[in-house]
């Protein structure tokens, strides 16, 4: 998972969890990226590969030392993003923690008439950002604020640990700028997406969070040493913000994700 990015269980090819589908990643891709994918797997996928999915994006993949496989496994093989219930009428998208912009292409895709405004501080994740809205034809639809969201302007520093990377105060990372969420975005919003490694807390008790005007939430809880309740403290919250909440795939008991609906 990322400071302001994507869950990544890492999952690898015959691995079956009880919420996943069988079968292998390679399933999902065009011929010709699937014996690529497979010769690249093949010699320990050390560097970086650029397949075609069958369902018509292209995405890359820089390494298997990355948490780019496991983020691209979560979302295009395993679904994470599916939602449990039909979203009529989506045309307006907020990712908070877009990582390397794999849901921001499967946003676009599963929502056609959608615009997505994308956070996402990692500077590295920015250029692999860039490089798939190119590829894929979507830069026009999708709008990158290089920064992470929070509940007030600042600066900070993002370790780097890939999809894991999270914001920390001490200079031992990426500087990165922090923006105040609430006065960048207004609503409505049909969609909102947060997976900010621990910082969806302070997102939540924002007292300005209920008058977002989100009307769907997707939020990936995350156990941590503030929050060891964060699945129940996250549901709880969303209840007290008049939403609906149903579980959606979680990786026990450190990590989830809860879908809010109203």
């Known amino acids: 998972m990322n400071g302001n990015g994507q869950s990544a269980t890492m999952w690898h090819?015959?691995?079956?969890?009880?919420?996943?589908?069988?079968g292998h990643f390679r399933d999902l891709l065009q011929p010709l990226s699937r014996v690529r994918y497979l010769i690249w797997r093949l010699f320990g996928g050390r560097g970086p590969i650029e397949l075609a999915l069958n369902s018509g994006l292209r995405i890359k993949i820089r390494s298997l030392s990355t948490t780019d496989y496991g983020v691209a496994w979560d979302i295009y093989w395993r679904g994470c993003?599916?939602?449990?219930?039909?979203?009529p009428q989506v045309r307006r998208i907020v990712d908070l923690g877009a990582n390397v912009?794999?849901?921001?292409?499967?946003w676009c895709q599963r929502f056609p008439d959608a615009t997505v405004t994308a956070f996402e501080p990692h500077p590295e994740h920015l250029?692999?950002?860039a490089g798939h809205l190119s590829a894929n034809r979507l830069a026009d639809r999708v709008t990158v604020i290089a920064a992470a969201a929070g509940v007030s302007e600042g600066s900070g520093y993002l370790a780097d640990a890939g999809s894991s990377s999270a914001i920390t105060g001490t200079p031992d990372g990426y500087p990165i700028r922090v923006v105040d969420l609430?006065?960048?975005v207004k609503g409505p919003i049909d969609l909102l997406k947060i997976d900010i490694e621990g910082s969806e807390y302070g997102l939540l008790a924002d007292e300005r969070f209920p008058d977002f005007g989100a009307r769907t939430v997707v939020v990936e809880w995350h156990k941590?040493?503030?929050?060891?309740d964060g699945k129940k403290w996250s549901e709880d919250r969303l209840h007290d913000c008049g939403y609906r909440t149903v579980a959606g795939f979680e990786d026990l008991p450190h990590a989830g994700l809860i879908w809010g609906f109203r």
């Open 101 to 106: 912009g794999y849901s921001c292409l499967f």
């Open 224 to 228: 941590t040493a503030d929050r060891p």
């Open 182 to 184: 609430f006065k960048t």
């Open 127 to 129: 250029k692999a950002i």
């Open 13 to 22: 090819d015959g691995d079956i969890g009880p919420t996943q589908p069988s």
């Open 81 to 87: 993003y599916q939602c449990p219930e039909p979203l």
